[in-house]
């Protein structure tokens, strides 16, 4: 498992909207959305490029998740090939209005609606707004 030369800044709104889930023994993860390990959900939802915020607890398999990039809201770990549809610099905006999460890089928007799976709660893939 390795550092990725890659930052995420979550804007206040995002940071207000995740704050409450977060704890100390709880994981971040940025998956990509490919149906590749536990937490994609890629084939039951979407047939498309699609990322989503997970929240695993620390002791969760996150075998896939080999690369981690700095975040204000700590470590978020990645999938090291997802990496290729990710920018240097990237931003994660929550949309009150829209109740969406968006994420951007250098290049532009990379995701418009993000999903939010918190895989702690047994209702999380239920509450998934991205859905």
Do not use: C
Not at 16 to 42: C, N, R, W
Not at 57 to 66: H, I
Not at 87 to 96: A, N, R, V
Request: net charge negative.
């Amino acid at each position: 498992m390795g550092v990725i030369d890659m930052e995420l800044k979550f804007d206040e709104a995002a940071i207000a909207k995740l704050q409450p889930m977060l704890s100390d023994d709880k994981k971040i993860l940025l998956t990509f959305e490919d149906g590749v390990g536990p937490y994609s959900q890629h084939a039951m939802i979407h047939m498309q490029v699609q990322f989503s915020i997970n929240l695993i607890g620390k002791d969760m398999p996150m075998d896939e998740y080999n690369q981690k990039i700095d975040s204000n809201l700590g470590d978020v770990w990645i999938k090291d090939y997802s990496a290729d549809d990710l920018d240097e610099h990237m931003s994660l905006k929550f949309d009150q209005q829209q109740d969406t999460l968006r994420l951007s890089g250098n290049g532009g928007i990379i995701d418009t609606n993000v999903g939010l799976i918190d895989f702690t709660d047994p209702d999380g893939v239920k509450k998934n707004p991205a859905r």
